[in-house]
């Protein structure tokens, strides 16, 4: 079956603009993690969903950063005004009912020039 | 602040012996720990997990221990291969299903 998959793999945008980054979770599974991965680092906790909801929020950055999963599947991770420093590896996960089961996808490499 | 500390960004090793990787955490809360794998354009994949009661777990090639008075696990890999060569994060988890990552060991098996 589908693992998960993130799109687009490459975004460049310049300072300021807007983006938006989707994340297509294995189906069935309730659970979604965005993280975002900069250079020499290890993932870094951005959002948890389980269904619709964003069961924690608390590792968004700042309020340039949201984001939704309307109907519990595909989740879209929203920057506004970006910045030189959002530039990173953007990680979604999806996952079943047990805290083992994280699918990462291949990550979506976001640019900000 | 790193809560979860991985000091040795690489190591090589060669094939058919063992790799040991570390890992380092501050956070007494943390009640699961994982290890995972990734391969360059790929995202992490889990590899070996181990309760915060426990302290050791194995699959096959792979063994974490877990010291909790130190606060300090490992990864054994034995014996190594060269399939093996990847980078390897560490991670722990807080009640909420928020995980806190390594910065990562790159491990290379020589051939």
């Known amino acids: 079956g589908a693992g998960v998959s993130q799109t687009p793999s490459n975004k460049v945008t310049e300072k300021g603009k807007y983006v938006e980054l989707r994340c297509d979770p294995i189906s069935g599974h309730t659970a979604l993690y965005w993280y975002r991965q900069s250079l020499g680092q290890g993932p870094e906790f951005l959002i948890y969903f389980q269904g619709t909801g964003a069961a924690d929020d608390s590792g968004l950055p700042n309020d340039r950063f949201f984001a939704v999963r309307p109907e519990g599947s595909v989740s879209t991770l929203k920057i506004q005004r970006t910045e030189r420093g959002d530039s990173a590896v953007y990680l979604c996960?999806?996952?079943?009912?047990?805290?083992?089961?994280?699918?990462f996808g291949p990550g979506t490499r976001l640019t900000v020039l | 602040d790193q809560q979860v500390k991985q000091n040795s960004p690489s190591l090589s090793v060669q094939e058919g012996r063992i790799s040991i990787l570390n890992c380092d955490y501050t956070?007494?809360?943390?009640?699961?720990f994982l290890w995972y794998k990734k391969y360059p354009a790929e995202g992490p994949t889990f590899l070996i997990s181990?309760?915060?009661?426990?302290d050791k777990n194995e699959d096959g090639r792979f063994t974490v221990f877990l010291n909790k008075s130190a606060k300090h696990l490992s990864l054994h890999i034995v014996p190594s291969q060269p399939g093996d060569s990847a980078v390897y994060f560490c991670a722990a988890r807080v009640t909420g299903n928020q995980f806190y990552f390594g910065t990562g060991t790159s491990l290379t098996v020589i051939p």
């Open positions: 181990i309760s915060s009661i426990k």
């Open positions: 956070n007494s809360m943390f009640d699961y």
């Open positions: 996960a999806s996952g079943g009912s047990s805290y083992n089961e994280q699918f």
